[in-house]
């Protein structure tokens, strides 16, 4: 499946159940963020290869054995992937590890915790029930069918590839989908070892087609192809904009998790080396990359200069170098882009006046080496109209705000285009409930942060996106309602009435 080139491993990707190059034979470098060097080659798609795997995925959807398939049948594919992903998840993490430069600590449980989306979704295949309805009209019956959309086209990001995928791909292939999956140029090779997975659970070829290559190469055509009938996106929210407007074209169907500049919110009563925990893994878990990340810490006047010297001194302690360790607490960034990209907004910061609490630089460890490494980052006299607060920076980078009460808080809070997450510590009870509801995001944690689960709805308020992912609800995005008239009258009434 994968030969190796010189010193780097030459991929392929599947199109139709078979391993392929891409139409150019042409390939593009992936990169080992740890050493800055590149380490695998992923063909370079275009809009020939995704024509021939949109192509390949309707055929599958419409002949041979996927659509005959029972739900139950595919729910029992799914579990067994999910069996597949349990027994191969240290493998799968050390692939994402190399590629992307996340903690094999935190990697090894994502991709075991991924599994539970393959599961919950492949329990949910047969549970989809239409309804019969008790019409208002005589001899009459009336019902509805959830049926499935046909060619789903996934783009997926480089911060969690794998467990992003598994949001799109379960529920979709439990409702009877086929899919054309994009992952981003930076990190592709995950989802080609994945794929190994699903051609051994036994899914029919044609079901699962992955296209490698460059946003404006491969994503725009699987967005603007005729046999695509929804786009499920996750990325920042200029690229979604720019989808969006693609897929409106074709009338597609889109969901759609954006970015984030979610507010954390520390008030006096809280209990503070829990909230300085909540705080630490909000923005330096993941090293910042993280469309949830809690980039703006909100801390109550009364308390803030003592919780920032708490938050700083746990801050310092943090160990950075090189992922696979288990003792690594902040690795590097996942691409060369990014790492100036938030260089570029440290920059921007210190010109717009805040104070650095912390960091405020490249990385110049010795246990970096030559990876793109940035210090852990706190800005403090941060005012919310900075674009430091305003803007998605994706990197460790905090800024903290001071506010005085309730009001002020939520106002804050909600003064940004984004709405995907809030944290909010406080033991007031009352409080934790007017915060849960007065702030604009699509998911609110109290007293913890970064907890997501296959079993409850993610997803975005405002530019943060649309519609949600995990949960039952969300399956009915990748279904469409059939409603189904059936007449038991003997004779067909006056054509000219409408009834
Ligand atoms: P980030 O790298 O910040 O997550 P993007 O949102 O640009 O950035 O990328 C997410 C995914 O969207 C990647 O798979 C990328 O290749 C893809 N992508 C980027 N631009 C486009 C585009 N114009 N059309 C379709 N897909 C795109």
């Excluded at 630089?361 to 080496?369: H, L, V």
């Excluded at 607060?389 to 460790?396: I, M, S, W």
């Amino acid at each position: 499946m994968d030969t190796t080139a010189g010193t780097l491993v030459k991929y392929k990707m599947v199109i139709d159940g078979e391993w392929v190059d891409s139409a150019s034979s042409q390939h593009f470098e992936s990169f080992d963020p740890f050493t800055g060097k590149p380490w695998a080659l992923i063909p370079r798609g275009n809009a020939e290869d995704v024509d021939r795997a949109a192509r390949a995925a309707r055929k599958a959807f419409t002949s041979g054995e996927w659509p005959k398939m029972t739900a139950s049948r595919r729910g029992a594919l799914l579990r067994k992937l999910g069996d597949l992903i349990t027994e191969k998840s240290k493998a799968l993490a050390e692939i994402e590890v190399r590629d992307n430069g996340k903690l094999y600590a935190e990697m090894s449980a994502q991709t075991a915790y991924m599994a539970q989306w393959y599961y919950y979704y492949g329990g949910l295949a047969d549970k989809i029930e239409g309804q019969v309805i008790p019409i208002d009209k005589p001899d009459t019956f009336n019902y509805t069918r959830f049926e499935p959309l046909g060619v789903v086209g996934a783009i997926i990001p480089w911060n969690s590839p794998l467990l992003l995928t598994a949001w799109k791909l379960a529920p979709a292939l439990a409702a009877g989908n086929v899919m054309v999956l994009k992952p981003s140029e930076y990190t592709s090779a995950s989802l080609l070892e994945f794929m190994k997975l699903i051609e051994e659970a036994g899914f029919p070829p044609g079901v699962v087609n992955v296209v490698t290559g460059f946003g404006p190469e491969a994503g725009t055509p699987l967005v603007e192809h005729p046999l695509v009938a929804k786009i499920a996106f996750t990325g920042s929210d200029l690229t979604g904009q720019k989808i969006y407007e693609a897929a409106a074209k074709g009338l597609k169907k889109v969901s759609m998790e954006l970015g984030g500049k979610s507010p954390n919110i520390v008030f006096d009563d809280a209990e503070i080396d829990n909230a300085v925990k909540g705080a630490i893994s909000g923005i330096f878990a993941a090293t910042g990359q993280t469309c949830i990340a809690g980039s703006r810490l909100l801390v109550q006047e009364s308390i803030h200069d003592q919780f920032v010297e708490k938050l700083v001194a746990f801050a310092k302690t943090a160990k950075m170098g090189n992922p696979m360790s288990m003792e690594t607490q902040v690795g590097p960034v996942t691409n060369q882009p990014q790492y100036k990209k938030i260089l570029s907004y440290i920059d921007i910061a210190k010109a717009e006046g805040v104070t650095t609490a912390l960091g405020g630089a490249k990385a110049t460890r010795p246990e970096c080496g030559d990876g793109w490494f940035v210090e852990p980052t706190i800005f403090t006299g941060v005012k919310n109209s900075m674009r430091i607060a305003q803007e998605e920076v994706f990197g460790p980078v905090l800024s903290v705000i001071p506010f005085k009460d309730e009001e002020e808080a939520i106002a804050i809070g909600n003064d940004v285009v984004f709405g995907l997450a809030a944290g909010v510590w406080t033991q007031n009870m009352r409080r934790a409930f007017l915060m849960a509801e007065k702030l604009q995001a699509g998911t609110v944690w109290v007293n913890t942060y970064r907890a997501v689960s296959y079993l409850s709805p993610f997803g975005g308020y405002k530019r943060s996106g649309l519609g949600r992912e995990s949960g039952q609800e969300m399956i009915k995005e990748y279904l469409q309602t059939k409603s189904v008239w059936i007449s038991t009258a003997r004779e067909v009434p006056n054509p000219f009435i409408m009834r």
